[in-house]
């Protein structure tokens, strides 16, 4: 069970280190941080609306990045380092550029029942509708085909329908083809939200838990060491759920544990985070909670109370110049104003978590927000290029954030 005490690097590869060919070259770095696992963020063909989680092709490769061979190279040296490959496996929409949904908006398609169509658009009213900001409601107007087709995120992402079958079908042969090109595992992106149904909130339902059960099997069956990392943004019970006595997901994201890190590093009080790792415990043997601090999206407070969410973001993000949604996105070094012991208290927390630890590209040398243009989508002030002259310097010194965090993961690889 290697994914249980995994150290997971999250990086996009062409911000991390160009394309593929180049973070083969820098995996050297990821292994002198104490990194065994890296997980890379889409880097499927894409129109690149939502950096890529709106997927054109799921066998492809971004051009920028490299080649299928590119990609093959360097997830054999990274298992010749012992360093593990996760990717993302975007399984509630795809991109409209998408040649399935291209062909599902004639009605007459065998594809068509692939997604998710309305004539009036009334369905499902009470689903999240998570991108609220660039969308009234989730249904979307289709020209071409006279029809709604349903849209949980960017309008330009459509829902799949998987109470099709095929739909099951068509990503299980995906997962194969990952594992063949070296991939150990998959993220489930927006796990939770994968399928619909008439008076509920479309979210977290006994049918997806069904449905990724069925992933699970097929895991199981056909692979000894591959996993699936969930996300799932819910409450802690309800995130438990996605374990489901160890036949489900191998990891889940512990959002709630990092929401009362920062809520704990607010107030400078430790008992608010020795609350929270009480109330993370009770799952299975065979599954494992997925920390960590930070990641590509925003600053996730969803389950503090209004007051606590306003404690936090007042003292991140006072003037709101990052909000997105109801929440704010901000890297790790910019939410603290460059305090090296801040951060390293919170690095501190991530290690004493039991289960897999997750570093977000950056945040180990310290990088701030990165300045993006008015009106881009806000989360991509934590998305910029790695600093690599940062990096060299922050290397250098034995006392450096760098330093510091490596030696924290050493301490912790010791303690096991």
Not at 127 to 138: H, Y
Not at 231 to 244: L, P, Q, R, S
Not at 326 to 347: C, N, P, Q, V, W
Request: proline fraction near 3%.
């Amino acid at each position: 069970m290697w994914w249980k005490g995994a150290v997971i690097y999250e990086l996009y590869a062409d911000k991390f280190a160009g394309n593929f060919a180049g973070l083969s070259d820098k995996l050297d770095y990821l292994k002198n941080l104490g990194i065994n696992c890296v997980h890379i963020l889409p880097h499927y063909p894409s129109p690149m609306i939502d950096d890529g989680y709106d997927v054109s092709d799921y066998k492809g490769i971004r051009p920028e990045l490299g080649t299928l061979d590119d990609f093959k190279k360097m997830a054999g040296r990274a298992h010749a380092m012992g360093i593990k490959v996760i990717v993302d496996l975007v399984l509630n929409h795809a991109s409209t550029m998408h040649h399935l949904f291209v062909d599902a908006s004639k009605k007459e398609s065998a594809s068509r029942n692939m997604f998710l169509w309305s004539k009036t658009g009334k369905e499902f009213p009470e689903a999240v509708n998570a991108f609220s900001r660039v969308k009234p409601k989730n249904w979307i107007w289709h020209p071409a085909s006279g029809e709604y087709y349903f849209s949980t995120f960017y309008p330009e992402q459509a829902d799949f329908n998987w109470k099709n079958p095929a739909v099951f079908d068509f990503f299980i042969d995906i997962m194969d083809f990952w594992v063949d090109m070296g991939a150990d595992g998959f993220r489930l992106d927006a796990a939770s939200h994968i399928v619909k149904k008439e008076g509920t909130n479309c979210k977290s339902l006994p049918e997806t838990h069904a449905i990724l059960m069925k992933l699970r099997k097929h895991i199981d069956k056909s692979y000894s060491d591959v996993i699936l990392l969930a996300e799932v943004h819910d409450g802690i019970m309800k995130t438990k759920e996605y374990f489901n006595q160890g036949a489900e997901c191998h990891l889940t994201y512990n959002f709630y544990l990092t929401e009362r890190i920062f809520l704990s590093l607010v107030r400078a009080d430790r008992s608010i985070f020795d609350y929270a790792l009480k109330e993370c415990e009770e799952i299975p043997q065979n599954s494992a909670w997925a920390n960590f601090l930070r990641c590509h999206d925003e600053i996730s407070l969803s389950w503090l109370t209004d007051a606590e969410r306003k404690e936090v973001i007042d003292i991140f993000d006072p003037q709101r110049k990052y909000q997105f949604e109801a929440y704010t996105a901000m890297r790790l070094a910019s939410m603290f104003k460059g305090d090296k012991e801040k951060i390293l208290e919170a690095f501190r927390m991530l290690f004493l978590s039991p289960g897999a630890h997750i570093i977000y590209y950056g945040d180990e040398i310290g990088m701030e927000n990165e300045k993006i243009s008015a009106g881009e989508d806000v989360r991509r002030v934590v998305r910029g290029k790695f600093d690599w002259a940062m990096a060299d310097i922050e290397m250098a010194s034995s006392s450096s954030l760098f330093s510091n965090i490596k030696n924290i993961i050493a301490e912790h690889a010791e303690g096991k």
